[in-house]
């Protein structure tokens, strides 16, 4: 510990431009709010047309998860860049903090989902008159009360250190004090311990338990790696989208290439992971086992090369290049691409569980996820408007702003 | 045989400002040599990006595309056998020879690529200016091979002039 | 290149570039100390005693290991498992930390990156002694023969030959690469004749040049985001070797990833070992200073934490997956015959490198020192813990057995960590330890005086 020693960067003499605060739209406002209102519509369609509960379920479990990954990589990355002492980040981190405040939004969908009947129309193992031999062994795991008991335990560990994480960083910002950045950097440490194990724990209660019968170790790994690219793809609209209503004036093609690399590197972690799942499973042809990719290519070929194509193919021929991690018009259609690709790859996870092959992609699918896009964007740039954008005073800003490489 | 002019600095920053005050001199240094990569230095000189990272994509390319066909030639057409129930065109199983020799063809090519665009490479007689130039010394040198002698002497001049320090001439 | 005033320095002391050269190239200067002939004295007698294994090994044949019916795969594709592993962090250290511009990898990689090296030529020699006739070692090979065959590509085994060259030969030209420079330093610091001749043909030519510089800047960074991707497919392929079976304990999807992360966690231990030893030895304090080591020991919580969060889920999916033989098969390690070896893997990978969350033992080299020795026998263990336990006892209880190693295959093993060792000892003699020229590149923005030069 260094003390409360304050240090004296005079953050004015970097740019006059970079004191600025986000303040909400009123047309950002009433567009976010013209989604919402395509969701709630499009859900009740869903509901009057019959399409039956497990269809609309997972389509609000899919949609809930898909956001709340993409809230928890925001966090994940402020947190992973405390720890390793990065300087980089400083100038984008506001909007992975601004990500992070979706989560309990998340967390009242999916526990209105778990409580008004949705857990019956996802999860097999909750007809507990009708357990097989094979999930009566699992009980212990899988029975409501654990379920509703680790949910909790998830959701109030992720709020209470969004909100701790989010605290302090303000407080650095406030006062760029090493004692607030010593606490962000323990802060995280915690949070990232406890967001390995249950990113894994939670994936196994929400999504694999969907194939109540089928089991794979990696599965936790694969679908984090799946948050991964979203959230960062996410955070790369965000940041452009900023920029083009003329804030984020800081960030220059140096912050935009590394944010290029991370969706890059990323992809191709997520493919790899898809490739050993995929291909162990192959491999050993165990029928309880390969059930689950045999259900998935026979009724759902055209998704499953789909997300292949949008998450893989993609975005490693078109980022390989320097350039094209550096310019906006490459960059923007890329993360666009990545992030419908990876809400295909949840859906390739959750409808042929749930749905099986009944499913489709129809105006309920994609009416409901323009609502948690609109709902998605109201709870991030709502909460941009209530911090400075650019965190002056933390120790690493100006090696963030001064940044430069040769590569 | 060739003739220079050369003259050293002590410190990378010197020799970015030295750099630069010469070219605005319109004196363009034959070369720049220092013990390790200076920051900002191709930008003052006007070197353009290398361009060795497009030989390692058509390397890769070309070792994937041989990784991938000569397994699938193999398999389905030299010499087809069951293994274990496998289909003979095994895709999945095809990806990992596939992939290693992708990393293989294209960092070998991008290597030999550099060895042989640099002539660099075991045997190569090069010019030593300074033996002090892989230790701490930056050292400018001009090509004067078919320069008179009043641009020497102007060459000397701006040396002088943006601090450089052991100007020598070497016939 | 700004750097916070509120980071440590990465290089102590009060140097300048050539201090700097002096420095590192004075582990090759003059006579060896007599620690250095005590070393390659104990390490050269270990590397006999693998000759006379390997002797033992070819004449008498494979009947000299302790092998029976089930248990085909024993101490030889545990230590090949452990070398490649050991085999990561160098290239780990400079491939992906270059990527993610971590600074402080400059004084570490090229030792790093010669450890590298040496460990995938000890793993390599398990595969090749286990086939028995050395001489036709080649039939590994896909080459068109007077018998028309082919290799069989869809066996792991044989993407492991892929893999491991592979991974050697972009490594070795890797490693090269970023020595050339500094060989020009050797060539141009050397007085005797001989010495600057044979550093003058090592060297290729080097000059320093700008052009050289930008274009070797430009295939580092290349080579580096090849070699990234390559370090994670070698250990993912020798897990295939396992997973792709159907042995209970060897077939889990999680394996590939948990592989590389325990590689890279044994590699920086084993690192660990070296570097302690040898930045006293050579008076290299300076450069790779108690933030190197501490940086080091977050890498090995991570990946510790990694794996134990694998052992944990392997461990619950067994139970979860309401496989019998699953199930057994991990409650067969944790309390079966094997069992001591189930703790001792579980106690030196997750518990021991716990004790790195406190700052006071991350920082203290004796505590380090210890630690990564546990971790690298927490790591052989958990090979043989995979290895045997999974094969001692599978689906038919008739063939169940057990296994003990014999003298000529401990002999193999000792054999190749002398060899490791010789090999080490003699690198240090030959090339300079620390690569000289990044280090000087970030002098100014991380070196101790220059820091105070700029911020006071």
Known sequence: MQGHKVFNLKPSNYSAMDNQSFTLSKKLVTISMVMVAIGIVSLAYGYFAGLGPGRIAANILLNSFYFLGIALVGLFFVAVHAIAESGWQVSVQRIGEAMSSFIPVAGILLLLLFGLGGMSALYEWTHEEHLDAILLKKVAYLNVPFFMIRFVIYFAGWILLAHLIKKTSRKLDQHGDMFYFNRLRMLSAIFIVFYAITSVTSSWDWLMSIDAHWFSTLYGWYVFSSMLASGIAVLIIILIALKNMGYMTHVNPEHVHDLGKYLFGFSIFWAYLWFSQYMLIWYANIPEETIYFYTRLKYFDNIFFLNLILNLVVPLFILMTRNSKRMFSVLLPVSIIVFIGHWIDMYQIIMPGVVGKEAGIGLLEIGLTIGFIGLFSLVIFYSLSKAPLVPKNHPFYKESIKYHTNY | MNKFITAYYNDEEDLLKGIKMMKSNGVEPLDVLTPFPVHGLDKALGLKRSRLTRVAFVGGVVGGLVGFFFQAWVFTKAYPLNFGGKPFFAVPSFMPVTFEMTVLFAAFAMVIAFFVHNKLGPGAKPVIHDERVTDDRFLLVFDIWEKDEKEVSNIQMALTNAGAQGIQLKA | ?456
Not at chain 3, 58 to 71: E, P, Q, S, Y
Not at chain 3, 284 to 294: G, K, P, R
Not at chain 3, 422 to 427: A, G, P, S, V
């Open chain 3, 1 to 456: 290149m700004y750097v916070s005033p509120i980071r440590e320095p990465l290089i102590r002391g009060n140097k300048n570039y050539s201090q700097v050269t002096k420095d590192i190239l004075s582990p090759m200067a003059g006579k060896p100390s007599k620690y250095w002939y005590m070393g390659i004295a104990l390490a050269g007698a270990a590397a006999l005693m693998g000759a006379w294994a390997s002797y033992e090994t070819v004449f008498n044949g494979i009947g000299t290991w302790g092998l029976n019916k089930t248990i085909g795969w024993a101490w030889d594709i545990t230590n090949f498992v452990w070398w490649v592993g050991i085999g990561h962090a160098g290239t780990f250290i400079s491939a992906i930390l270059l990527l993610f511009r971590q600074k402080w990898r400059t004084s570490i990689n090229r030792s790093a990156e010669a450890m590298t090296l040496i460990a995938i030529a000890c793993a390599g020699f398990f595969p090749l002694i286990h086939m028995g006739r050395l001489l036709l070692g080649f039939f590994i090979f896909p080459y068109p023969n007077t018998r028309d065959l082919w290799v069989n590509f869809n066996s792991p085994l044989l993407w492991d030959v892929f893999a491991i060259s592979t991974y050697f030969a972009v490594s070795l030209i890797f490693w090269y690469v970023g020595l050339i420079p500094d060989i020009g330093t050797v060539r141009d610091k050397a007085t005797n004749k001989i010495r600057k001749a044979i550093y003058g043909f090592l060297s290729f030519g080097w000059t320093g040049s700008a052009r050289h510089w930008s274009r070797h800047e430009t295939i580092s960074l290349v080579l580096a985001g090849l070699a990234a991707p390559l370090v994670l497919s070698v250990h993912t392929i020798v897990s295939f070797d396992f997973a792709t079976s159907v042995i209970p304990g060897w077939h889990t999807t999680i394996f590939p990833p948990y592989f590389v992360s325990g590689a890279i966690f044994s590699g920086f231990a084993m690192v660990l070992t070296l570097l302690i030893v040898a930045r006293k030895a050579l008076h290299l304090e300076d450069y790779i200073t108690v933030n190197h080591i501490e940086s080091m020991n977050k890498i090995i919580i991570l990946t510790g934490s990694i794996v134990g969060i694998a052992y944990l889920t392997e461990f619950f999916m067994a139970w979860y997956s309401g496989v019998e033989y699953e199930t057994y098969a991990f409650f067969n390690r944790a309390f079966g015959p094997y069992a001591w070896a189930y703790w001792i893997m579980m106690t030196c990978n997750v518990i021991t490198p716990q004790l790195f969350w406190f700052k006071k033992i991350r920082t203290s080299l004796v505590a380090t020192f210890i630690i990564s020795i546990f971790v690298n026998i927490g790591m052989w263990f958990e090979r043989f813990v995979i290895v045997v336990t999974s094969l001692h006892r599978d689906y038919l209880p008739s063939s169940w057995t057990m296994y003990k190693p014999t003298l000529v295959e401990v002999g193999l093993y000792v054999g190749t960590l002398g060899l490791f060792f010789t090999l080490f000892l003699l690198f240090i003699r030959v090339f300079p330890v620390i690569a000289i020229a990044e280090v000087k590149s970030v002098l100014k923005s991380s070196g101790e005086n220059q820091k105070h030069a700029h911020h006071e």
